[in-house]
């Protein structure tokens, strides 16, 4: 079966730095690729961004761009979005997913089942 | 940045009624090599991650039910649910991917009346 998997929900300070994971199951991982989406508390979808990871190439969302960093190992089939300094805005349920097709320009078919990010002093 | 806007922000319908969801986008992508729209509808239930339902504008996924279907071109595009179900109370999204940033619009909340 086809699915992402992602690390489970965090509680963090503000301040502090935070690494969640999406590993891929079913597929040739480097085959498709991976995006970040956030929802914040009773929000709506935003898009972060998305890396290949075949070779590692990342796009971003101008709104979130310096603030997280979205990396891969291919090794172990992979995906992280990483933060070097948590705010408490930084509060939200995050998604990765995966395009249906090997084109950038697809849709998202394949959704890990969400990381709940916490951050409270 | 390609803006999604729908309408409305929520609605409720009847069981057994029709549903239309509207999603404009700010920037008309017709003209690409495709004849196709880079445009999908996701719906996500309560506590759940989002469902891709329709691609290309109006491709339904597989498994999808037939009550689900979509339209649009241009900027203008349209989700509609011939007959409404209870388990289609959910929020819809459309999506963009034509371009990064890949927008989605602000969600479409539907409740039964």
């Known amino acids: 079966e086809v699915q992402l998997v992602q690390s489970g929900a965090e509680v963090k300070k503000p301040g502090e730095s935070l690494t969640i994971s999406c590993e891929g199951f079913?597929?040739?991982?480097?085959?498709?690729?991976i995006d970040w989406v956030r929802q914040m508390p009773g929000k709506g979808l935003e898009w972060i961004g998305v890396?290949?990871?075949?070779?590692?190439?990342?796009r971003y969302s101008p709104s979130i761009q310096g603030r997280v960093t979205i990396s891969v190992d291919k090794s172990i089939n992979t995906a992280y979005l990483q933060w070097t300094s948590l705010r408490a805005s930084d509060t939200a349920m995050f998604y990765c997913a995966r395009h249906r097709s090997g084109n950038l320009s697809d849709a998202f078919n394949i959704w890990g089942q969400g990381t709940l990010v916490t951050v409270s002093s | 940045d390609i803006v999604m806007t729908q309408s409305p922000d929520s609605l409720a319908v009847s069981l057994g009624e029709r549903v239309t969801i509207n999603c404009k986008s700010s920037?008309?992508?017709?003209?690409?090599?495709?004849?196709?729209?880079?445009l999908a509808w996701y719906q996500q239930k309560s506590g759940q991650p989002p469902k891709l339902l329709i691609s290309w504008a109006s491709t339904r996924e597989s498994g999808v039910p037939d009550r689900f279907s979509a339209s649009g071109s241009g900027t203008d595009f349209t989700l509609t649910i011939s007959s409404l179900q209870a388990e289609d109370v959910a929020v819809y999204y459309c999506?963009?991917?034509?371009?990064?940033?890949?927008?989605f619009g602000h969600g479409t909340r539907l409740e039964i009346k």
């Open positions: 920037q008309n992508f017709l003209y690409t090599s495709s004849i196709e729209d880079d």
């Open positions: 079913g597929y040739s991982f480097t085959d498709y690729y």
């Open positions: 999506q963009q991917y034509y371009g990064a940033p890949f927008t």
């Open positions: 890396i290949s990871p075949r070779d590692s190439h990342t």
